[in-house]
C-alpha cells in the first residue's frame, strides 16, 4: 500500500468525517494551510473545467468556457473546515460549493469556495499575490494562472478609468463623468 493511501487510511481510523476541498487562492499555500488547518493533508493538484482564476482583490473564479482552473486538492477535518469559513467570511463574503474536479484521472466532487458578489475585478495585493505564488510553487501549480487573472483584473480597472474620464462632445474638455454625473443630481 502507497504512502498516499496508508494517511487516508490512518485518518479514516479517527472516525471523523473528512472533505475533499479544492484551494485556488491563497489555500493552496501549504505554509497557511499548516497554520490554519492543522489536521489538512495536502493530496494533490486537481482541475476544475471550464472555470478560471479571477481576482477581486483576492482570489476567485467564475466560470469560463474552454477554461481550466488549476487547484491543490487537500483532505480536511470538520475543524479544518470551521478555520476555513472564518477565514473566507462565510458565508456573507464566501459561499461553498459542490463541483467536480479532475483529480488522478478521476472526476470527483470536493467543495469549494466561491465569492458571493461576483465581477468586480480588482488586482491582489503584493504580499498576498506572493503568498499566492508561492502555494503556487509548493502545489505544483503553473503561476501563469495567477499572470492571466491579473492580466485582467488590471484590463478591466484601466476599462473602468477610461469611463471615468470621457470627452465631452459639447465642452472640448476632458471632465470626469463623476464630475458630471453631481451636477445633475443637484
Known amino acids: 500500500m502507497n504512502k498516499f493511501y496508508r494517511r487516508l487510511k490512518q485518518r479514516e481510523d479517527k472516525r471523523v468525517q473528512r472533505t475533499l476541498y479544492f484551494a485556488y487562492g491563497m489555500n493552496t499555500n501549504h505554509d497557511e494551510m499548516e497554520m490554519r488547518c492543522s489536521d489538512s493533508t495536502f493530496l494533490g493538484t ?3 473545467f471550464n472555470h478560471k482564476l479571477t481576482f477581486q482583490h483576492v482570489a476567485d473564479y467564475e466560470q469560463a468556457k474552454g477554461y481550466t482552473l488549476h487547484g491543490a486538492l487537500w483532505l480536511i477535518s470538520p475543524t479544518d473546515e470551521l ?3 472564518q477565514l473566507e467570511g462565510y458565508p456573507n463574503h464566501y459561499t461553498k460549493h459542490i463541483k467536480k474536479v479532475r483529480f488522478l484521472n478521476r472526476d470527483i466532487d470536493v467543495m469549494a469556495y ?3 458578489n461576483q465581477g468586480c475585478y480588482g488586482t491582489p495585493s503584493p504580499h498576498y499575490e506572493g ?5 503556487y510553487l509548493q502545489s505544483g501549480i503553473n503561476v501563469k494562472q495567477i499572470d492571466n487573472a491579473v492580466a485582467q483584473a488590471q484590463e478591466y480597472h484601466m476599462e473602468k478609468a477610461s469611463e471615468l474620464i470621457q470627452t465631452d462632445i459639447y465642452d472640448s474638455c476632458y471632465i470626469p463623468v463623476r464630475e458630471r454625473m453631481k451636477s445633475w443630481i443637484r
Do not use: E, H, S, W
Request: glycine share 8%; proline share 0%; aromatic share 0%.
Open 114 to 116: 466561491q465569492m458571493v
Open 46 to 48: 486537481a482541475k476544475m
Open 83 to 85: 478555520a476555513l469559513d
Open 131 to 135: 503568498c499566492l505564488r508561492t502555494g
